[in-house]
């Protein structure tokens, strides 16, 4: 079975940074597909960030394009999103989701996910 826990959540003023953390457990994927998501209240959720390894890409949304970064450690099956100069429109529930993905771009569909964690950015 797979798990997939986001951690590193919290509050923020405007233009700090924080670092939110996936740990996926179980999966074994020959191709994984790992991506970023949010949902502010009364919102669609978005994809923020999105890492394919089967074409090599990363992609991100055009809101968080040069403040936000996805990386990932494969030897510890972790996916990390790195926040700069956070602002309140950043507030939301960050989800973590992965599958596995043989094919070009970001998935548009992913299935697994996590529990979300709360991201506050005050004015």
């Known amino acids: 079975e797979v798990q997939v826990v986001e951690s590193g959540g919290g509050s923020v003023q405007a233009g700090g940074s924080l670092r939110l953390s996936c740990a996926i457990f179980?999966?074994?994927?020959?191709?994984?597909?790992v991506g970023w998501f949010r949902q502010a209240p009364g919102k669609e959720r978005e994809r923020v960030a999105c890492?394919?390894?089967?074409?090599?890409?990363?992609h991100y949304a055009d809101s968080v394009k040069g403040r936000f970064t996805i990386s990932t450690n494969k030897a510890k099956n972790r996916v990390y999103l790195q926040m700069n100069n956070l602002k309140p429109e950043d507030t939301a529930v960050y989800y973590c989701a992965t599958r596995d993905f043989y094919g070009i771009g970001c998935p548009k569909e992913f299935g697994y996910w996590g529990q979300g964690t709360q991201v506050t950015v005050a004015s």
């Open positions: 890492r394919v390894s089967s074409d090599d890409s990363t």
């Open positions: 179980g999966a074994t994927f020959d191709d994984p597909a």
